[in-house]
């Protein structure tokens, strides 16, 4: 299976007959260009927020069980179009998305944005260690692995912001 090859992704029929890979594909968001993973990032906060307002403990269920499938999920989507890390397999930017927003120190929209602009500059700059999980780690959990630290890192850079404006 070859790295982040430019394959077209797969039609939108073809992945809703699989739950792996509607799932994989953040239910379609993946899909769609360019930047299917700023696309998917958003259809992860727009889902998980309701969830996350209505039940943190549930937001904290959906999450771990999001990671726990997670590496299954990314693993089956890329078995199916045959490369490594699809740009369209989103799975991992949902549960980049998830971690940032369950981390955040206020839920507030003003948050929620800087948390969706922090994970999307660290999932695409990919600073020191997040491009070695991503150039290093095969099969479903090095898909899932980049985005998991990138998250951390954004939560990280969001505290430290939150910190220094109080």
């Not at 299976?1 to 430019?6: F, I, L, P, T, V």
């Not at 992704?9 to 007959?17: A, D, Y």
Request: proline letters at 6%; glycine letters at 10%.
């Amino acid at each position: 299976m070859s790295h982040k090859e430019k394959v077209p992704p797969p039609l939108f029929s073809q992945i809703v007959k699989d739950p792996a890979q509607f799932l994989g594909y953040g239910f379609g968001s993946g899909l769609l260009n360019p930047a299917p993973g700023t696309w998917g990032t958003l259809a992860g906060l727009i889902l998980f927020l309701p969830i996350l307002l209505l039940s943190e403990w549930a937001a904290w269920v959906l999450l771990i069980f999001g990671l726990l499938v997670g590496s299954w999920i990314c693993q089956k989507s890329a078995d199916a179009i045959g490369v490594h890390d699809h740009g369209g397999i989103v799975w991992d930017e949902f549960i980049g998305i998830w971690i940032v927003l369950i981390l955040l120190p206020e839920q507030t929209w003003q948050w929620w944005i800087v948390a969706f602009i922090a994970f999307r500059v660290f999932d695409i700059v990919k600073p020191w260690p997040i491009k070695w999980l991503d150039e290093e780690l095969e099969g479903g959990f090095g898909i899932m692995a980049d985005d998991v630290v990138a998250a951390l890192f954004a939560a990280l850079s969001i505290w430290t912001i939150y910190a220094l404006l109080i």
